[in-house]
């Protein structure tokens, strides 16, 4: 104990370089697994997937975001790592209220959040929670509208990689998880889901061989999550409301989102970047999006 207490000094005081790794309990009793490691100011990462972890990130980019942040990488109650609740609770709620735990349990005044993909959407959900825990968000390749993503680009883009016509929203009767399920389904069993996401299919292969690399994965919370109405809700109408430095990074090539997504996000003290890239940026173009978060970081004054 005396030694986090020392550990946690040292973060909120001096921003010395750490490394550590611990579980917190959260107030209703799930083990969520963090780790602390870097220097600079405090940053979350926010995974999406949902049920993606932390891992890849870590171990494909995190030597870059070690060097400029105190990254701590979180996996989410219900993934990877992490315990799963008893009461199978798995709302955007509890799940904002556990990134305020884990910012209080580590000593935290506020830090700084990076998203990727659904990661957006819980990013959302937490500024709205917490608005004055996050100082700043970088969002990477994020949706923030699950349907607008699916049917401007998703359903389209896997319907012509498919050689099938799509139909539209609006004309399919089938329940939206039921079409997505449908849908990657045939891409998979065409091996062609990579296209969604890489621009090469070696790239797919390397990111699903981290899977294996971490015993008992716990994929309680990807298997719940969507069942879940709130996290289908458009967050895009909200982002007009929230004012603190966001990095809105996305891809041109990134059929999972949407390269059209950015149209609708109003955020109003935001840097926009525009990356040729797919839904993979710290796999496949790590130069432009390393690039972008220097310019975030120097262009809101956020200290090493």
Known sequence: MKK?????????????????????????????????????TPCLYIHGGPGSGSYWFEKFFGDFMEEHFTMIYLDQRGVGRSGSPENKDYSIERMSLDFEEVRKSLGFEDWLTIGHSFGGILQMGYAEKFPEAQKGMMMINCTLYLNESFCESWAPKASEFLGENYIGCANDSLPMMERMNKLGSKLREKDIFWKMAYSKKENEEIMNSTWGQVENWNYDFGNAALSYEAYWQNFLDNTVKIDIPVLFFYGSSDWMVGPEHYKNVKFTNMLLWESEVGHVPFLENTNDLKKAIKTFKIKYRFES
């Not at 010395?16 to 611990?22: C, L, R, T, V």
């Open 4 to 40: 986090l207490i020392l550990v946690t000094m040292l973060i909120v005081i001096s921003y010395s370089a750490i490394a550590e790794e611990k579980k917190v309990i959260t107030t209703d009793g799930v083990e969520l697994f963090v780790k602390i490691e870097g220097k600079g």
